[in-house]
């Protein structure tokens, strides 16, 4: 069980992914989800499923930070790894048809 506390932070993402898009999309997030999971201040990282459809998938990853700074330190890494590897993830969600919706939550 986490321990929300008033800077405890949620990035939770959610994408509609079309079903031919499944297996490379689930391959990204799991690469993603084991980056993030050795970062400081994860507490929690959960990539979650639902069908959406006869033709689609809705996904959504939720990491639980504990705090701004360390979300922020993460984010940095993160877009230097992308960077050494050449990975650009808006050209690959629009090359595979993924409609993202990103945000940052807080508990109550």
Known sequence: MSHA??????RVDKFTVPLAAVAVFTERL???QQLLSGQPGVRQNLVLTQPAGLDATQMVTIVEWESEAA????KAFTQRHYAEQGFNPAAFMQEHGIRPDFGVYQAL
Request: hydrophobic share 45%.
């Open 30 to 32: 799991r690469t993603i």
């Open 5 to 10: 506390t008033s800077t405890t932070l949620y």
């Open 71 to 74: 979300m922020a330190a993460a």
